[in-house]
């Protein structure tokens, strides 16, 4: 994103406030909110018993079979999956709120206001960083328990940076008042 003036920061904010009335405002349905919350969640259980399979299968290599597995999984395997389980049920209630708040925009209104472009470019970057970190260390996880325990550790790291992130650049466009006042809103709706 280029260098952008005040004024056309207050243009786009006074863009998204228009965006946000009645007559214009989306209401997302549940269904589709819990979808899209959940998805990077998922993606990091499905890592997490992908890790378990791959350090079993490295560490058991004579040994290895299904029910071995099986066995691994109840005894000590299961720990790494409850610790993804939690931290990604975290992220989904987290994400649950500002999926809301960015799904409440109408369509049109988010292609064309430059703050909202912005922040869903900075995030789609983070989730794609952290998804291959998240996808090499599950890999690696042969080599030690260590990286199959950076999946969860990684989850929670990409929402907290992300956070971070979006935080840092509402601030930085001088935006953080007026979007502050639409989330006000939001929550009165």
């Known amino acids: ?13 006074d863009l998204l406030i228009n965006g946000l009335d009645s007559n214009h405002r989306q209401i997302p349905t549940a269904t589709e909110l819990m979808k899209r919350s959940a998805v990077i969640p998922f993606f990091s259980v499905v890592l997490s018993i992908l890790s378990t399979v791959i350090f079993y299968a490295s560490f058991n290599e004579e040994d290895a079979s299904v ?36 799904m409440s925009l109408p369509l049109d209104v988010r292609n064309n206001s430059l703050v909202v472009s912005h922040l869903a470019k900075i995030v789609r970057k983070s989730i794609i960083t952290f998804c ?16 199959a ?21 509402i601030n930085r466009l001088g935006a953080g008042l007026a ?5 006000k809103l939001i929550k009165k709706i």
Do not use: R
């Open 67 to 102: 029910n071995g597995f099986i066995d691994f999984l109840f005894s000590e395997g299961w720990y790494l999956l409850a610790i993804t389980v939690v931290v990604g049920l975290l992220v989904f209630l987290m994400t649950y709120y500002n999926q809301l708040t960015y």
């Open 1 to 13: 994103m280029g260098n952008l003036t005040a004024a056309q920061v207050e243009a786009d904010i």
């Open 179 to 183: 979007l502050e006042k639409i989330s």
């Open 149 to 169: 325990i950076a999946v969860p550790a990684l989850l929670l790291l990409l929402f907290i940076v992300s956070s971070i992130l979006v935080s840092s650049e």
């Open 132 to 147: 291959t970190l998240m996808i090499i260390s599950s890999l690696l996880s042969g080599l030690s328990a260590w990286f």
